[in-house]
Every structure is written in C-alpha cells, then in structure tokens.
C-alpha cells in the first residue's frame, strides 16, 4: 500500500540518488510528494512512485536504485548535464526501445564516471529516452570496444 514518504525517507533516498548517479540528481528525481510501499515483513521501502508513475526499485541486495523510464525521464528533463547516460546510434534505436541490449559498437557517447554494473539510461544521438538497464562495461570501455554488451537493457521504450 502507498503511503506519503516521511522527510526521512526523503532525506534517505535523495542521498541514495545523490550517491549513485552524481550530486543533486536525489533532488531532481525525487520531489516532496513522493509515495513509498515498503515491504510487509521489513517494513524497509522497495517502490517509489509520483503522481502514480513509478520512478525507481529500491534493491534490497545493495540498497541501491533501479530506475524506471518515468524516473530516467525525470533526470533527463530536470538536469541540464544528467550522469549515467550512453547515447547509441540511431540506427539501433528501434531494437533498443523494445528492449534489446546495447552493443559497445553502437555506443556514440557514455559518461566518463560509468563503471560495470552501474544504473544507465539509453538516449538516441538528440538525447531522447530509449531504456534504462545496467551498464556492462565501464564508459570508456563502451566507446573503444568493437564487441560485446556494453548495456543490458532492463526496459525499452516501447515495453512501457
């Protein structure tokens, strides 16, 4: 069941954002009237939601977030240089939007800070959302590798 997240809760999870994506991106990807459902046994938060659209996964393994594209779109729109984001060709565009992974030799631009294992969101080469996954390579990695997964796409655009 949603309930309103308390100034706590808040506090916790724009520094959680903050921490994982880069400074102010907790303010930007989560405003005052965020609503949380946690879990029935711990009590502890799993889902964040505004406006009823879901915005991220809290992970109970590593206590860090998982994106949703509502989430990603908030980050894009909000910040004028936003962190975590790889740019593929826009050939490739239409198989990443339903939700294919993206390959290093599509990448035409990734964020020096991405390591392996980081939360990413895909644009095309003007910026737009494609997916949000998780990067499988670090950022320069994506862009001098010629093979391999650089993104396992957790959701595409049109999986929405």
């Known amino acids: 069941m949603k309930e309103k997240a308390s100034w706590q809760d808040l506090v916790k999870l724009r520094g959680v954002a903050s921490f994982q994506f880069g400074k102010n991106v ?10 949380v459902v946690r879990s029935s046994k711990t009590k502890r938060i799993k889902l964040i939601y505004c406006r009823n659209k879901l915005l991220a996964t809290l992970r ?3 206590g860090h977030l998982s994106l949703s594209l509502a989430g990603a779109r908030r980050i894009l729109k909000k910040l004028k240089n936003p962190p975590s984001v790889v740019a593929v060709q826009s050939d490739v565009s239409s198989f990443i939007k ?3 992974n993206a390959f290093a030799k599509h990448i035409v631009r990734a964020d020096d800070e991405i ?6 969101i895909v644009v095309n080469p003007k910026g737009r959302l494609l997916a ?3 990067a499988m390579l670090s950022g320069e ?12 796409v957790r ?5 929405e």
């Open 141 to 152: 990695e994506m862009l001098s590798f010629k093979k391999g997964v650089a993104v396992k």
């Open 26 to 35: 907790g303010d930007a990807l989560f405003p005052e009237l965020v609503e």
């Open 98 to 100: 339903k939700g294919r």
């Open 60 to 62: 109970p393994t590593d």
């Open 132 to 134: 949000v996954g998780r």
């Open 155 to 159: 959701r595409g655009l049109l999986e």
């Open 115 to 120: 390591r392996p294992q980081d939360e990413v």
